[in-house]
């Protein structure tokens, strides 16, 4: 079902992505594969739809789970609950490996102590094995265990002949700030990944979409319903499902479009929320940055000026300049706009 809201699994579930699909297909033996695109652009989709299609081994680490300080249990017990739910298909490869315990459907992995096993030394272990290593929104694993990580998939790219990476990820600047191929100091630095960079559908594939989505679900829609939710949602497939399934509920499209606002508005008072945890001043700048722009301040001096407004004071510019690259490697602002038509309206009624 195309309006089903879960990440799809079957490439019959999945509307279009040909292109992106066989660029996977292709470069699969490389070491080290990239997916990138905004939010709901369909990464997790096209991640699963390309495992399945392969049918190789593969396991897949959902770094969404992580805290932003995260420390080195929570990583392996993330480790740990992926090679468990690959456990019958791995078993064999697992046994005999120090700082690995395997239980009757449980992989443990020492992360401290005298079998303490490191992100590398697990590397070399699971390369016994022709597999594909997954980790979904990677950028989540920066932090304290991000340099080890970066070391450690270094060492992978070098030595593990039979490993495969593929990383996702939302924020694309975060997301290549953790693999550092432009930064001289990493590890990786100059090594060639492939990047599938996952696009909108254009107007005619969105209509398509939503037509087919409905025809599904048996309901009768009018094409000037088609024409403006195409018009709304921009082309993104996971607001298009999520709006397919709130117009099949609800048959209203102000309702719609009031509920997909409310969804993106929750995301970013998570985002101010999680910036004032660290300075309450962090946080009101990031809120007034994204009411700004979302009015329309499209230059530098007119969003200094309506931020310096909205706070009383007067603002360095390497204070706002860090706020609009953070935005920017958040993937949620670029060149003064917002990439997610949803998110500029939702940046609006931040109060
Ligand atoms: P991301 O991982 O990029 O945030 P998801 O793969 O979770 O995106 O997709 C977001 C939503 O959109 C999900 O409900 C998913 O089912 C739907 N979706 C995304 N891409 C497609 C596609 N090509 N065909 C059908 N549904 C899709
Ligand atoms: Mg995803």
Known sequence: MLFDERPKERREDLFDREAELAAIMDNINRPLLVLSGVRRIGKTSLLLVALNELGRDYILID??????????????????????????????????????????????????????????????????????????EAQRLRGPMGAELREALAHAYDYDRNLTFVLTGSEVGLLHELIGVDDPSSPLYGRYYHEVQL???????????????????????????IDEMVRLFDGIPGWLTFAGNQYLAARSLEEVRERAIGVALRELENLVEEKSRASPSAGRRYRLALKCI??????????????????????????????????????????????????????RRLR
Not at 75 to 83: D, H, N, Q
Request: proline share 1%; with cysteine.
């Open 199 to 225: 696009g909108r559908f254009s107007e005619e594939q969105s209509a398509e979409f939503l037509r087919r989505g409905f025809e599904e679900a048996k309901l009768k829609v009018s094409e000037e319903v």
């Open 63 to 136: 770094a969404r789970e992580l805290k932003a300080n995260y420390g080195r249990r929570d990583l392996y017990s993330l480790l740990s609950k992926a090679l468990s739910s690959r456990l019958s298909r791995l078993a064999d490869v697992l046994r005999g490996i120090r700082g690995i315990n395997i239980m009757s459907n449980y992989v443990e992995i020492s992360w401290r102590g005298r079998d303490y096993i490191s992100l590398a030394e697990l590397f070399d272990a699971l390369n016994r094995r022709r597999l594909i290593v997954a980790i979904d």
């Open 294 to 347: 979302a009015e329309g301040r499209d230059s530098w001096s007119s969003l200094r000026r309506c931020v310096e407004e909205g706070e009383g004071v007067t603002l360095s510019s390497s204070v706002l300049d860090n706020v609009l690259r953070t935005l920017e490697r958040l993937s949620i602002v670029k060149d003064y706009e917002f990439l997610d038509p949803v998110y500029r309206e939702a940046a």
